[in-house]
């Protein structure tokens, strides 16, 4: 089982970027993928899930409306497509799965982890 997490970079401020997590070793469609994010110098917390009948949980109120996921099973990918990027989105991107459906918000409920991937909110 692996994940692979690719996309960020540097975005100004009110900007796009579509992160990828990409599986190999096991189907995504049939488990709940979740997004986490960690800024320098702060704990590593859960931003959204996407679960394995395509429900959608929010776990940080401040992405609400501008951050989404989706899924392309015949890619086994799943996408975190963030619009309206603030300063304070400024982190390490990780998707990570527990091998179930449904989402947690506990980074210690899941047990396979992409390396993380940068996102950079600055002017």
């Known amino acids: 089982v692996q994940l692979q997490a690719s996309g960020g970079g540097l975005v100004q401020p009110g900007g796009s970027l579509r992160l990828s997590c990409a599986a190999s070793?096991?189907?995504?469609?049939?488990?709940?993928i979740g997004w986490f994010r960690q800024a320098p110098g702060k704990e590593r917390e859960g931003v959204m899930c996407i679960s394995s009948n395509d429900g959608i949980t929010y776990y940080a109120d401040s992405v609400k409306g501008r951050f989404t996921i989706s899924r392309d099973n015949a890619k086994n990918t799943v996408y975190f497509e963030m619009n309206s990027l603030k300063p304070e989105d400024t982190a390490v991107y990780y998707c990570?799965?527990?091998?179930?459906?449904?989402?947690?918000?506990?980074?210690?409920?899941?047990?396979?982890w992409g390396q993380g991937t940068l996102v950079t909110v600055s002017s």
């Open positions: 990570a799965t527990d091998l179930i459906g449904a989402c947690s918000s506990r980074s210690l409920d899941y047990d396979y």
């Open positions: 070793g096991f189907f995504m469609g049939s488990y709940a």
